[in-house]
């Protein structure tokens, strides 16, 4: 081979092994860049995952903005500003029993299951009027929505009327549906709706099921809550009649039978 050839050669080599360097040199730069792109796109995302979940903690829970609502949905058969004025039993009646009661409440449900029934009976006889105040407070202490969403569904049942009101206010409480304290099941609208099918009013009813489930009624619920926070009483339940509060007698405790809760109510009557 001549010198000249074998020059020739080199330099083709070089050539070559320079565009080969080339080409390597492109080929890792954007290696690179599609790193930094990804990571970018990474940092990003992580970001506006963060950034959404801070909004997302700020945004006030469903109880907040119902507490928070301007606009109220009061139920059928109230009174009263935001329809916190619910008051059962016929007109004529001269005195009204105000009840002030947590749906949560396992002293509540002791007086339902004993004296509720001589109390539907008492009002539709017009013995006295009734007037009803709801309570969350249990909800605070024990945590959960039970109270809340109850009272909400108990507006939903004021809504069909008065007497659905009652049945299924007594159904909530019953032996068979009303949970421990420390059980939250009246959080879920499904397990209210299980109570509400034994209410022949409520049962099949399209227009209540989907004010449970809609939450028609929440933000009138958290007004009533706050009008039991703003009447001074400290528990539940607390039976009182032109201002006075119904005890057992010789105790400062609420009646939990018929024959205590005949006794102080015979006496709140004369009063």
Excluded at 139 to 146: F, H, I, L, M, V
Excluded at 163 to 180: D, G, I, N, V, W
């Amino acid at each position: 081979m001549s010198k000249r050839n074998s020059q020739a050669n080199k330099a083709a080599a070089r050539e070559r092994l320079r565009i080969e360097r080339e080409k390597q040199a492109k080929k890792e730069k954007a290696r690179r860049q599609v790193i930094v792109a990804g990571t970018a796109v990474a940092v990003l995302a992580v970001a506006g995952g963060i950034g959404y979940a801070v909004v997302q903690a700020g945004k006030p829970s469903q109880w907040e903005a119902a507490a928070d609502a301007k606009s109220i949905a009061a139920p059928k058969n109230t009174e009263g500003q935001d329809g916190t004025t619910v008051v059962l039993g016929k007109p004529e009646a001269k005195k009204t029993l105000e009840i002030f009661e947590d749906s949560r409440c396992p002293v509540c449900a002791t007086f339902e299951q004993g004296v509720g029934a001589t109390v539907e009976k008492d009002v539709a006889d017009g013995k006295y009027k009734l007037k009803y105040v709801g309570a969350t407070f249990i909800d605070n202490s024990d945590q959960g929505e039970g109270s809340k969403n109850a009272l909400s569904a108990l507006g939903a049942a004021l809504d069909v009327s008065p007497e659905a009101f009652l049945k299924y206010k007594a159904a909530l409480y019953s032996t068979r549906f009303h949970p421990e304290e420390s059980q939250d099941k009246f959080a879920k609208d499904s397990y209210l709706l299980e109570v509400a099918d034994s209410v022949p009013a409520l049962k099949g009813n399209a227009e209540f099921k989907k004010n449970v489930e809609d939450g028609t009624f929440d933000a009138w619920a958290m007004k009533m809550s706050q009008a039991f926070d703003k009447s001074g009483v400290t528990g539940t339940p607390t039976l009182k009649m032109d201002g006075e509060t119904l005890t057992a007698e010789g105790s400062r405790n609420p009646p939990l039978t018929v024959d205590a809760f005949t006794t102080a109510l015979t006496k709140a009557l004369k009063g």
